[in-house]
C-alpha cells in the first residue's frame, strides 16, 4: 500500500536559517506532488505544487525540489521568520487529483 | 484565490444525536468536493468524495450510514453524523478543486465536533 513519510514530527530551527523538510513516498508514482501549510484549527492552505518532469519549482522564499528516483521531495523555507511555524503538509497525487493522499505533516518551530 | 466555507465552525452535542456540516465553494462551482477527518497530531484522512447529482464514494473503512454525504448543487455539500458518539469527535474538513482538472485543493477552515 502507499506509504508517505514526512522526516520528522517536529522541527526547531532559529530565525534567519533555512527549514528543510522531506517527504518521502513508496508503492507510489506521482504525477505531481504539492505542499500545504496548515495552522492549529485551521484548513491547509496550498503553497507549491510540483510535477514529475521538473526537478525545482521556487515561490519567494520557498523552494521545492522533485526527485522520482529517491521518491523525495525537500521543501526549503529560507530566511526563516516566526510566522513561518506551522504544520507543513506534503501531499502527492496522480493525474487530476486523484489518490490525493497527505503526509503526516512536519511540525515546524521557528525560534526568535 | 477559490473560497471555500463551512458551517459551523465548532459545534458540541449529546451523544446519539445527528450533526450537520455544511461545506460551500464560494466563488466557484465544485461539482467535486472532499471530507477529510483529523484527529488531534494526525494527519488529514479522506473520508469520502462528494459528487454534485450522484452518490458519495467513501473510503474505506469509513460507514456511509453514520456519514451522509450529500451534493445537492454545485456549490454546496453537507456532511451529517448520525447519532455521534465521542468517538466521532474530531476537526472535519471539506476541500474543492476549483474547476475541473485543476490539480490544487482549496480547503474550508474546518469544523470541530464535540460529542459529550
Known amino acids: 500500500s502507499q506509504k508517505i513519510e514526512q522526516n520528522s514530527e517536529a522541527l526547531n530551527i532559529q530565525e534567519g536559517k533555512t527549514a528543510t523538510l522531506t517527504c518521502n513516498y513508496t508503492?507510489?508514482?506521482?504525477?505531481?506532488l504539492q505542499w500545504y501549510r496548515q495552522d492549529p484549527g485551521r484548513g491547509p492552505v496550498f503553497l507549491l505544487l510540483i510535477r514529475e518532469n521538473e526537478k525545482e519549482k521556487r515561490k519567494e522564499r520557498l523552494k521545492v525540489t522533485f526527485d522520482t528516483t529517491l521518491k523525495q521531495s525537500l521543501f526549503h523555507i529560507t530566511a526563516s521568520q516566526p510566522a513561518d511555524s506551522a504544520t507543513y503538509l506534503c501531499a502527492p497525487s496522480d493525474n487530476y487529483g486523484q489518490n490525493f493522499v497527505f503526509g503526516p505533516g512536519t511540525r515546524l518551530s521557528v525560534l526568535p | 484565490g477559490a473560497v471555500v466555507s463551512q458551517h459551523p465552525s465548532w459545534v458540541i452535542c449529546k451523544s446519539g444525536t445527528s450533526v450537520k456540516i455544511e461545506c460551500r465553494s464560494l466563488d466557484f462551482q465544485a461539482t467535486t468536493m472532499f471530507w477529510y477527518r483529523q484527529f488531534p497530531k494526525q494527519s488529514l484522512m479522506l473520508m469520502a468524495t462528494s459528487n454534485e447529482g450522484s452518490k458519495a464514494t467513501y473510503e474505506q473503512g469509513v460507514e456511509k450510514d453514520k456519514f451522509l454525504i450529500n451534493h445537492a448543487s454545485l456549490t454546496l455539500s453537507t456532511l451529517t453524523v448520525t447519532s455521534a458518539h465521542p468517538e466521532d469527535s474530531s476537526f472535519y474538513i471539506c476541500s474543492a478543486p476549483p474547476r475541473q482538472g485543476r490539480e490544487t485543493q482549496y480547503f474550508g477552515p474546518g469544523t470541530r465536533l464535540l460529542v459529550l
Open positions: 508503492n507510489y508514482s506521482p504525477a505531481y
